[in-house]
């Protein structure tokens, strides 16, 4: 069996013009968990990711300790993230009366409330109440699974691959493999930790989940503010 390392990308800019662009936490992110791999010596013999700038980035980050020069990078859009600001619109545009909506216009910066607001909006997409949406939650739930036959297809040449990817993909990834329901979907999707570590074993035919949104290269009090969820 093979085994994959699957990646939520490091801190973005939230809040920022351009959200799609590591923050200055989310590189200290990334080095720190380039120097968990080498310090366990995993290497690895394959290499993906989104084709999201701060997918690419958090490669770049890796790659100075963990990954070889000599390993090339392949990318899949289907490990994209779906584009929430873009639902979050189409939801206030829908539902302006709703209470999150007005919160959020008050206190943008409001994390808190803006992923109630969130959670709120992925399910109505999964309910097909988002007219206007970017994409389908069948689109979504298609091009995710387009990019779990294409890692699987990895197998027979590759022991152990690292793919980088965002949240939303990542938690459809694992509701796939275990056969969630889109709340038990978006549930995980809301607790996965930038950087952290989805662990799979897989062959062409089979996959199966071996570890869940660990972190150990963030553990202890020194490092608390490393611990993001953006």
């Not at 890692?151 to 990817?165: D, E, N």
Request: glycine share 6%.
């Amino acid at each position: 069996m093979s085994e994959l390392y699957l990646v939520r990308h490091a801190q973005a800019s939230f809040g920022a013009e351009q959200y799609d662009n590591l923050s200055p936490t989310g590189v200290d992110q990334s080095r720190l968990l380039g120097r968990f791999f080498a310090d366990q010596e995993i290497q690895f013999d394959g290499v993906v990711s989104g084709v999201m700038q701060r997918h690419r980035q958090t490669i770049d980050a890796l790659r100075e300790l963990a990954i070889g020069e000599d390993i090339r990078e392949q990318m899949h859009p289907g490990l994209n993230e779906y584009d929430f600001r873009a639902m979050m619109r189409v939801y206030g545009d829908t539902y302006p009366t709703d209470e999150l909506v007005a919160a959020v216009a008050a206190s943008p910066d409001d994390r808190k409330t803006y992923f109630r607001l969130l959670r709120r909006v992925l399910t109505a997409w999964s309910e097909s109440r988002l007219d206007g949406a970017p994409e389908s939650w069948a689109s979504f739930q298609e091009r995710v699974a387009d990019a779990r036959s294409m890692l699987q297809g990895m197998a027979k040449q590759s022991k152990r691959v690292l793919v980088v990817s965002s949240g939303g993909a990542i938690s459809m990834f694992v509701g796939s493999v275990l056969g969630l329901s889109p709340g038990h979907i978006f549930d995980l999707n809301l607790q996965i930790l930038n950087t952290s570590i989805t662990r799979f074993f897989f062959d062409a035919s089979k996959i199966s989940l071996a570890e869940f949104n660990a972190a150990p290269h963030l553990l202890g009090r020194e490092k608390a503010r490393f611990r993001t969820y953006s």
